[in-house]
């Protein structure tokens, strides 16, 4: 089983709709997730972070966190043309030889379509 | 506007060729890292500093080699590179809490290599 799982898409959502994109993580103990935006071409943009169980808002970004189910997920409303991009989603690990490693998925692929 | 500045942006090198990439961070992040990056994959960790002090090496060939000189700066140092090795190298800052990893990343524009 992979340490961070996403689809990779792509996915493709109408001009102002809202994306759904998710993530799911296998290690328990973990307890820092971000998501990370990444153009083509362009290095990856921190976008989001979350810590707690719930909701995180942040304009039209809004991250949910699950610990017992193990899954983050980031939603974007009012999908913009500029929102295609692959998105990744990290965790930060436990403590492994003195360090915790931030481990991403593979990303998932959005295309707003205009 | 990135406050992690990486040099250069494009890098041809042919496989006898010693090279260098250059991070620099105004950001007062007291960690930093070199990710590579292939094609439609996530970063890949190589190398992670902390306190200008290396604290982890994902068992990177020796044909890379880090060097911290300061808080500010960090360079890969590229020698009898493989075409294997192409790919977008990417530097991150990242602040600590503490020793601790926050984990949250602040990545430069990255330096694109093609070695032929």
């Known amino acids: 089983q992979k340490e961070v799982e996403q689809n990779s898409g792509p996915l493709s959502v109408p001009e102002g709709a809202i994306a759904s994109l998710n993530c799911t993580y296998s290690d328990r103990v973990s307890q820092s997730f971000f998501w990370y935006r990444q153009y083509s071409g362009k290095s990856p943009e921190l976008i989001m972070s979350?810590?707690?169980?719930g909701d995180k808002e942040d304009g039209r970004f809004t991250a949910q966190l699950n610990k017992a189910s193990q899954y983050v997920s980031l939603l974007i409303r009012d999908s913009q043309p500029s929102d295609s991009a692959t998105y990744l989603c990290a965790v930060l690990g436990p403590y492994s030889g003195g360090y915790q490693k931030v481990t991403f998925g593979t990303g998932t692929k959005l295309q707003v379509i205009p | 506007d990135t406050e992690v500045t990486q040099t250069p942006k494009h890098l041809v090198m042919g496989m006898t060729n010693k090279k260098s990439l250059k991070c620099e961070q105004h950001m007062g992040h007291r960690a930093m890292y070199w990710y590579k990056q292939k094609a439609k994959k996530p970063p890949e960790l190589m190398f992670v500093?902390?306190?200008?002090?290396?604290?982890i090496n994902e068992s990177v060939p020796s044909r890379f080699s880090p060097e911290c000189p300061n808080s500010s700066l960090l360079n890969l140092h590229l020698h009898a590179l493989q075409p294997e090795d192409s790919a977008l190298y990417l530097c991150?800052?990242?602040?600590?809490?503490?020793?601790?990893?926050?984990?949250?990343?602040?990545f430069g524009e990255g330096s694109r290599l093609t070695v032929l």
């Open positions: 500093y902390s306190y200008e002090k290396l604290s």
């Open positions: 979350i810590y707690s169980n």
């Open positions: 991150a800052s990242s602040p600590l809490r503490g020793s601790a990893n926050t984990g949250e990343l602040f």
